[in-house]
């Protein structure tokens, strides 16, 4: 038995000898991390693919076919690239998609694109290798597409201006507030990507907005009263209450006091339970009086903080957070802790007299958390381990920048 600690090294060592002769681990093997079980040394799979909107195909063949050679390119540059092969424990999709162009109003303005890599986890499943239908990290690529930028509205086209965390390669590296994933943004020339909103501005819009809703609500409110005789497939009051949440979320992010406060005006107003129904006509809707009395309000305060402001705080840029408490409007001092400027897309981003084919406006989404990194590499790190190795590749980045056409100043 004095003996067994030695056949025991002597066997350890023999393992590794085989392991190292035959290239490593075998490719079936099964490692738990976390208690789920992984195959990281399976053969790693690659798929390409290439999506065209059908609308699009038949609209603009020419451009279609310029665009195509462009998404295929990417296909080439990142799918051959030595990071991906050989690949182990990892299935790693490469999707280029032609999406529909972009229309305001009554004219169709470009044609974005969008080129995502996409990075499965391999586990394990009855012993053999499984993926689950979503990535666990990702890049996507979006060329000629504004709205990227920015993060959710915090009121129609008014967004919390996304704040700058670094650089990626001399690109600006920014944190869009509003949504978790960090990005890259690459254009051709040196307009600014935002327009400021004034504190005028943004008080008539939000004015707008609520004044738009009560008109809304009190043009169906003669049509209340009148119960259908057919029976309905959806529960009217379900309806109602969709629709009643779906308003709410959007004041929520302007002033999430008046929200509670609808919300609680809502749930009292009451809805009939189904035996009073029979005797209580119209007791199963919500007194939208309430509701409505309460935009009213609203309104009566946005006017009277803006009256309230000199001809040059009118004119200032607005600043805004959705945790202030002592205005309706959320509206702040300027660079208060907390509180971020308000903005507009430039409209003038993408000019609209170049080809549909043209690259001017170039913006990375990674699936990571601005100013996080990732660095260990077993479960599901395996994929984010590979995402912030693709994030180091200077050259392959270098062949992306060039993708933007050179434009002259505008």
């Known amino acids: 038995m004095r003996h067994l600690p030695v056949l025991l090294i002597f066997l350890h060592l023999w393992v590794l000898t085989v392991s190292?002769?035959?290239?490593?681990?075998?490719?079936?093997?099964?490692?738990?991390?976390d208690g789920i079980p992984f195959m990281p040394y399976s053969k790693g799979i690659t798929e390409n693919s290439l999506v065209v909107s059908p609308e699009i195909a038949r609209m603009r063949p020419s451009q279609v076919i310029?665009?195509?050679?462009?998404?295929?390119?990417?296909?080439?540059?990142?799918?051959?690239?030595?990071?991906?092969?050989?690949?182990?424990?990892?299935?790693?999709?490469?999707?280029?998609?032609?999406?529909?162009?972009?229309v305001r109003g009554d004219k169709e303005r470009w044609i974005p694109l969008r080129f995502d890599t996409e990075i499965f986890t391999t586990l394990a499943r009855d012993s053999q290798p499984v993926w689950e239908p979503f990535p666990d990290a990702r890049v996507t690529l979006y060329f000629n597409h504004p709205e990227k930028l920015v993060g959710t509205p915090v009121i129609n086209e008014i967004f919390a201006e996304p704040r700058q965390t670094g650089t990626f390669f001399n690109h600006p590296l920014l944190d869009r507030i509003s949504v978790p994933n960090r990005i890259v943004v690459m254009k051709n020339h040196s307009l600014p990507l935002f327009e400021p909103v004034s504190r005028e501005d943004f008080l008539l819009t939000l004015i707008s907005y609520f004044q738009a809703s009560i008109e809304k609500e009190e043009n169906k409110k003669p049509h209340l009263g009148v119960l259908s005789e057919k029976p309905e497939k959806e529960d009217p009051r379900e309806t109602e209450l969709k629709k009643f949440s779906q308003d709410l979320e959007k004041i929520r992010k302007v002033d999430p006091e008046l929200a509670e406060k609808l919300m609680q005006a809502y749930l009292s107003a009451g809805i009939a339970s189904p035996e009073k129904e029979n005797a209580q006509s119209g007791s199963a809707r919500v007194d939208l009086n309430i509701v409505l009395n309460s935009w009213r309000e609203a309104v009566r305060k946005l006017k009277a903080e803006m009256n309230a402001m000199s001809p040059m705080e009118r004119k200032s840029q607005a600043w805004w957070s959705n945790n202030e408490e002592s205005n309706v409007s959320g509206l702040t001092p300027s660079g208060y802790s907390g509180s971020r400027p308000l903005v507009r897309l430039n409209k003038n981003l993408i000019d609209r007299t170049r080809p549909s084919s043209s690259i001017q406006l170039i913006v990375i989404e990674w699936s990571m958390i601005p100013g996080t990194e990732f660095e260990e590499t077993g479960g599901y790190n395996l994929a984010f381990s590979k995402l912030s190795q693709l994030s180091q590749q200077e050259k392959l980045w270098e062949e992306v920048f060039r993708m933007l056409e050179p434009k002259d100043e505008m």
């Not at 190292?20 to 991390?33: C, L, R």
């Not at 080439?76 to 999406?99: C, D, K, Q």
Request: charged share 20%.
């Open 20 to 33: 190292a002769q035959t290239g490593g681990p075998p490719q079936d093997m099964i490692v738990e991390y």
């Open 66 to 102: 310029l665009l195509k050679k462009k998404l295929l390119w990417c296909l080439e540059l990142f799918s051959r690239h030595s990071l991906f092969n050989p690949l182990n424990g990892l299935r790693v999709t490469f999707t280029g998609n032609i999406l529909p162009p972009e």
